[in-house]
């Protein structure tokens, strides 16, 4: 099983990204997704959650900016982030907890200037 990130890159305060995290070797319908980030020196904090029945949750920090949606079909989890901001700037991380099980996968770097 293995969970992929991709999407992330530079770009400028303000701007958005759209970042994926694509799971393989096991079907996640049920499975719950988070997103999760860790900023140099700080450490990783959760981000947004999608249940398997598609319920998003999300921190404060990020509500209203960031939306989590899921692709059962192609069992790809997508984090759009928009009006991002200097303190977005992040490895950012994807989680899936299948059965009870949890796997992460390798981060994607994000990375806003001001």
């Known amino acids: 099983v293995q969970l992929q990130a991709s999407g992330g890159g530079l770009v400028q305060a303000g701007g958005s990204l759209r970042l994926s995290c694509e799971a ?7 499975a719950i997704f988070g997103w999760y980030r860790q900023a140099p020196g700080k ?3 959760l981000v947004a959650l999608i249940s398997g029945g598609g319920s998003p949750n ?3 920090s990020v509500k209203g900016r960031f939306t989590v949606t899921r692709d059962n079909t192609e069992n790809t989890v997508y984090l759009q982030m928009n009006s991002l901001k200097f303190e977005d700037t992040a490895v950012y ?7 009870g099980v ?8 994000v990375t806003v200037s001001s």
Not at 24 to 30: I, L, Q, R, V, Y
Request: hydrophobic content about 25%; proline content about 0%; aromatic content about 22%.
């Open 24 to 30: 393989s070797g096991a079907t996640f319908d049920m």
């Open 43 to 45: 450490q990783r904090e």
């Open 58 to 60: 999300y921190a404060n």
């Open 93 to 99: 991380y994807c989680n899936a907890i299948r059965y």
């Open 102 to 109: 949890s796997y992460w996968g390798k981060g994607t770097q």
